[in-house]
């Protein structure tokens, strides 16, 4: 038996499409008795639940009256359907309620005699297509419908479509071999043709011959390279020439580029040695010392300025190592940095500015700042630096260091001046408010109206200029953080309750109303208790000072939960408030905004800064809410600790 291999390609060509005709045609009938089937199989299965939702409606109120005759009635009627082969009704309980087998003999499949209640289901069992259907009633389940129908008329359909396929099969196996017999002529005909015409060549050795071209595809394609073949080894000797001229004309072409090409080479020579001499000089005029060096940290370029600065001729330094321009001290540590940053890349010094030592000419050792960096061209690795001498910015700070000593010298003794004065101004104006207390007391005799009004403004001028030295000390105090704070459990409700009493008359003479809310639960706090009454105080006499009609509200609280729980006492007026524009500078000292209608403002404008200062001191603030021409609310805010 000859080989596929070796057979002719008109018999190749023929087999072939017979056996790719016959697998397409088979995987095609088999696809499609597959597709019908499953199908047929689908829509037997939706016909028969069909038909078993039919009987469950129909045999539920039998089966709930336990009618048994009329359940077996309503399944007689499936004998209108031939392929089903028997029927159930079961109770919940899974026993058989009502029974229909139709007179098949040992054709019909035996009925379950128990059978559990179960969603709704069908599948195909020993030769039969079995449905369970679920009855329900009021959304319950009553029972089951189970009906068997058999598979002969799937079974009849599988045996037509078999016997069409294979009909379908029998005409296109004899159609196929019939048009492979005509196209298989096209095909292995140019091939044929081409084979003889390589065969008359190698026998005669005439190369003019051609194969005739019939068609465009791959053996047209193959028969036209094969023509080309011919035509090529034809003129092959007038292709050799003009190879060779060709390469004559390449020859000329390189040398001429050659010499473009040296031309640009000594153009772009002259543009690096024109722009290394830009480079030189504007480093020969630089004011910082620019100083280059290879890989092995010999110095490679020295301008004019390193030359001022280290006291070293340029002709001197060039070819020295570095280590010419250090101290020795830290000689070894420069090769060693050295050496790790041309191994691994690390660094210290380079692509930063840091201020390290020099050494002169002279030994003489000065600070200076260098800036490195590293750059790599064809013969290794080289370092720039750019060095600046810091000897009079060091002078400069070292004077500014003696200025800041001298300064908190002069700190101190303002700390003493105002110790001082604070006794000496203390000491009289105690005096000046005791005797115009007594002598207002009318101890010492009676007075007449206008000598009582004269004391009184000494007495009220004497407070005041009290009250001032008391908060410049105070200010003083909290600037230099030297002020003492006495952190102890405080009952804040009471320092506010001896604050509003005390202050109470003084709204009072103005016409105002004055209330204090506090919590009842009582409002204890860990805090200095004298530095929390000025704050209060302070605010209180504020809002008073402000309002000339309406109220003031002293009012304290707890907010918050956990560690964001905080003491809030805030103080409500209904004064004239504060511009927005004026809000910023409110907490500044010496700061005062003016009242409307007012050229300048009560007080030294220390109360405010001063509370805030002492706010801050205990972990707090002070936050400020206002509009002007309808009051203001200052709040001290404070952590619980």
């Not at 080894?233 to 050659?258: F, P, Y």
Request: glycine share 8%.
């Amino acid at each position: 038996m000859i080989a596929f291999k070796d057979l002719p390609i008109r018999r190749k060509l023929t087999r072939l499409s017979m056996v790719v005709s016959a697998s397409v045609l088979l995987l095609s009938c088999a696809a499609f008795i597959g597709y019908e089937l499953l199908t047929f199989k689908n829509t037997a299965a939706e016909h028969l639940s069909t038909n078993a939702e039919i009987v469950g409606i129909n045999v539920t109120p039998a089966l709930l009256f336990q009618d048994q005759r009329a359940a077996a009635e309503t399944l007689a009627a499936l004998r209108a359907t031939p392929n089903i082969v028997s029927a159930a009704v079961y109770t919940p309980d899974g026993n058989p309620f009502a029974k229909y087998v139709r007179g098949y003999g040992s054709d019909a499949a035996a009925l379950p005699d128990k059978l559990d209640v179960a969603p709704s289901a069908h599948r195909i069992e020993s030769g039969y297509l079995i449905v369970l259907k679920q009855m329900l009633s009021d959304g319950k389940p009553v029972g089951m419908v189970y009906i068997q129908s058999d598979l002969r008329e799937m079974e009849s359909r599988l045996r037509v479509y078999a016997a069409i396929a294979f009909s379908v099969l029998t005409a296109s196996f004899i159609v196929a071999l019939l048009v492979s017999s005509i196209l298989e002529r096209k095909i292995s005909g140019p091939i044929l043709s081409l084979a003889e015409t390589t065969k008359t060549i190698a026998l005669k050795k005439d190369y003019s011959v051609r194969t005739a071209i019939e068609s465009k595809d791959e053996i047209g394609i193959l028969s036209g390279s094969f023509n080309e073949m011919l035509r090529q080894i034809e003129e092959r000797n007038e292709t050799l020439q003009e190879s060779i001229d060709e390469q004559k004309r390449a020859e000329e072409k390189v040398r001429q580029l050659n010499a473009g090409l040296e031309r640009r080479v000594a153009e772009r020579t002259a543009e690096l040695r024109e722009s290394r001499e830009q480079f030189r000089a504007l480093a020969e005029t630089a004011n910082d010392a620019i100083v280059s060096a290879d890989g092995s940290g010999r110095i490679t370029y020295f301008n004019q300025a390193a030359s001022k600065i280290f006291g070293h001729a340029a002709d001197d330094a060039i070819g020295r190592p570095l280590t010419l321009l250090m101290p020795e001290r830290f000689q070894d540590a420069h090769r060693g940095g050295m050496t790790r940053y041309l191994s691994t890349g690390e660094t210290r010094v380079v692509g930063r500015t840091t201020e390290l030592t020099g050494r002169r000419k002279d030994a003489a050792e000065f600070p200076m700042e260098l800036s490195l960096a590293s750059w790599r061209s064809g013969d290794g690795t080289f370092f720039t630096g750019i060095i600046r001498d810091i000897t009079e910015r060091k002078r400069i700070e070292s004077t500014l260091q003696e200025k800041n000593v001298e300064l908190a010298n002069a700190m101190k003794a303002k700390d003493r001046f105002l110790a001082s004065m604070s006794h000496e101004l203390r000491t009289p104006l105690n005096a000046i408010i005791g005797f115009t207390g007594t002598l207002l007391l009318k101890l010492p005799g009676p007075l007449n109206a206008d000598q009582e009004k004269q004391l009184r403004t000494v007495q009220t001028g004497a407070k005041h200029l009290l009250s001032l030295i008391n908060d410049l000390l105070d200010v003083a105090k909290i600037e230099a953080e030297k002020v003492e704070l006495n952190l102890a459990a405080v009952d804040c409700a009471k320092v506010i309750e001896e604050i509003a009493a005390s202050l109470r008359p003084q709204a009072g003479a103005k016409g105002l109303e004055f209330t204090v809310t506090t919590p009842k639960q009582g409002l204890n706090a860990r805090t200095d208790r004298r530095a929390l009454s000025q704050i209060i105080i302070n605010l209180v006499n504020n809002a008073i000072k402000f309002t000339e009609r309406g109220s003031v509200r002293l009012r304290a609280e707890r907010r918050g939960e956990g560690a964001g729980q905080a003491l809030e006492i805030s103080v409500d007026d209904t004064g004239t408030g504060i511009r927005t524009e004026d809000q910023s500078k409110l907490f500044a000292a010496f700061s005062r905004v003016n009242a409307p209608g007012k050229e300048t403002s009560e007080g030294t404008g220390l109360g405010l800064h001063l509370s805030q200062k002492l706010a801050e001191a205990l972990g707090g603030k002070i936050e400020l809410k206002s509009e002007y021409g309808k009051g203001s609310t200052f709040t001290l805010v404070l952590p619980e600790k």
